[in-house]
């Protein structure tokens, strides 16, 4: 066993002492940029299990073509991460602005996203039932459990639903399309990841979209994204990576943390630490830290995505498609092509076919046969001219924010914070993030590192 210890490999050591970072995900490496650049604090290792930089926010090459590990869709609204990205990184130049074309599957119609604002495109009967209900639950009975819902400390998505949009447009979309990118019931689930998400319902807008026929509609928090122009998501992450080169190990995985003696294990190494920043999933941090489950339990799901190419004239252009119906494995299909051409070769585009289970359930997870046979109707994709490149699975993909999520996180969290853990990014604190999002939290635990 190497034992790396305080002096070792760096004197430079600010009030913070030696700052180990697990996971070289968004969250991780800005974590440690932050620390280097901004603070001037070099005593900083970032441990990651993989051979690069990146975790969720990567991209693969196969046969010459890449992709994401799912549609990876960059928002810019916080000044502060726009400013790291475009000065500090100096990427302005290599990130493109790219319009969202979001559709959303209703029975073989392709209606534009956010479906709430663009009802005219139902049938007539359903965008009647749609309004109707609507207005009901905004003026009338439906007021009243709106009301009541605001008074919850936690109300469900199904009740925030129906209160907010009526039971048709719950029943159409929200409902079975949230039921299966959550893998539970909306009515378990809490509303405490909604807040970027969902747009509010807004009347004049979905009275607008429910009486003219809009082909394109520029609303919600993603109508334009960015994206860079070349080497996908990656390319992000490595802009972090190689201002932090020499700080970071890959190739590690830790298997051991002791948070009283503050040490933490990979196979064949160990390393001491003053603060330990982690953004390893949450739940295999208790696990390799040995913090028991008091009360609750963490649950998340699984995304299978099935990467194809298609020729380019046959591939659907949306950027991507959700699928509420139910008698379908598939929630999302998306167009890596509308992000960028330049993942691709010429004449062909890629595309992802996304489905999720719980993963106590991963079983179940469909093959691709499962999903052409199930998809052979569908006259928008043309699956004979398909070509399987590979699947790939995140796990996890979403935390299930249900009832057991809040009931376990504080405690656990605080103890962290107790024995200087800092659990950061998306799955270390398990959460609901964004990779704009994952970059804060990052510089927030370095902060926090620095204060103390
Ligand atoms: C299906 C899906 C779609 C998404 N779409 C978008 C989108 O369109 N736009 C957007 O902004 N965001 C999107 N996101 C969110 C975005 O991917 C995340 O917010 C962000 O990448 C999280 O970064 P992170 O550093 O917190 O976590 P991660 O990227 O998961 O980083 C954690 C790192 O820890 C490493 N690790 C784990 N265990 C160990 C161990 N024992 N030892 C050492 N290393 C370990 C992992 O290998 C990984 O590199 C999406 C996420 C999912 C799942």
């Known amino acids: 066993m190497v034992a790396h210890s305080h002096d070792e490999e760096n004197a430079l050591g600010g009030h913070a002492g030696r700052v180990i970072v697990l996971g070289a995900g968004l969250a991780g490496l800005s974590a440690a940029y932050r620390l280097k650049h901004h603070h001037g604090h070099d005593e900083v290792i970032v441990i990651e299990k993989n051979s690069h930089v990146g975790g969720t926010a990567s991209t693969v090459t196969v046969d010459g073509y890449s992709f994401d590990l799912t549609g990876h869709a960059l928002h810019l609204g916080d000044s502060m991460v726009e400013r790291f990205i475009t000065e500090d990184l100096e990427m302005k130049d290599e990130l493109v602005k790219v319009r969202r074309k979001a559709g959303i599957l209703i029975e073989d119609r392709i209606v534009p996203y956010p479906f709430q604002y663009n009802l005219g495109h139902l049938t007539r009967g359903l965008r009647d039932k749609c309004v109707i209900d609507f207005l009901e639950a905004t003026y009338s009975e439906g007021r009243r459990s709106r009301d009541s819902t605001e008074q919850c400390v936690s109300p469900s998505f199904l009740d925030y639903s129906y209160s907010a949009f009526g039971r048709s447009i719950t029943e159409v979309f929200m409902r079975p399309y949230n039921r299966k990118l959550w893998c539970i019931d909306p009515d378990d689930l809490s509303t405490d990841w909604m807040d970027l998400v969902l747009p509010k319902p807004d009347l004049q807008e979905i009275l607008r979209g429910a009486f003219t026929v809009k082909d394109h509609d520029d609303t919600g928090y993603n109508a334009e994204f960015y994206y860079p122009r070349e080497g996908g998501i990656q390319h992000l992450s490595e802009g972090i990576g190689k201002k932090i080169k020499s700080l970071i190990r890959l190739g590690k995985e830790v298997t051991d943390i002791d948070m009283d003696r503050k040490l933490v294990k ?102 691709f046969d499962d999903i052409l046979e199930e998809m052979r109707d569908c006259a928008w994709l043309p699956i004979e001219h398909l070509k399987h490149l590979a699947t790939i699975d995140i796990d996890p993909s979403y935390v299930v924010f249900d009832r057991m999520r809040n009931m376990t996180l504080e405690p656990v969290i605080e103890e962290c914070r107790r024995k200087d853990v800092i659990p950061c990014g998306r799955y270390g604190l398990w959460s609901y993030m964004s990779m704009e999002q994952a970059i804060k939290s990052g510089f927030d635990a370095a902060d926090y590192c620095m204060q103390q």
């Open 266 to 367: 990979c196979r064949d190494e160990e390393y001491h630490y003053d603060y330990l920043v982690s953004t390893i999933p949450l739940k295999d941090f208790m696990r390799i830290a040995r913090i028991p489950c008091k009360k609750g339990r963490l649950s998340n799901t699984i995304t299978r995505g099935f990467i194809v190419v298609v020729p380019s004239s046959k591939a659907p252009k949306y950027s991507w498609i959700y699928i509420p119906d139910e008698t379908k494995r598939l929630y999302r299909i998306g167009n890596f092509s509308m992000f960028s051409p330049n993942i691709s070769k010429p004449g062909m585009d890629v595309l992802w076919l996304e489905c999720a289970v719980l993963s106590d359930e991963c079983e179940e997870l469909p093959l």
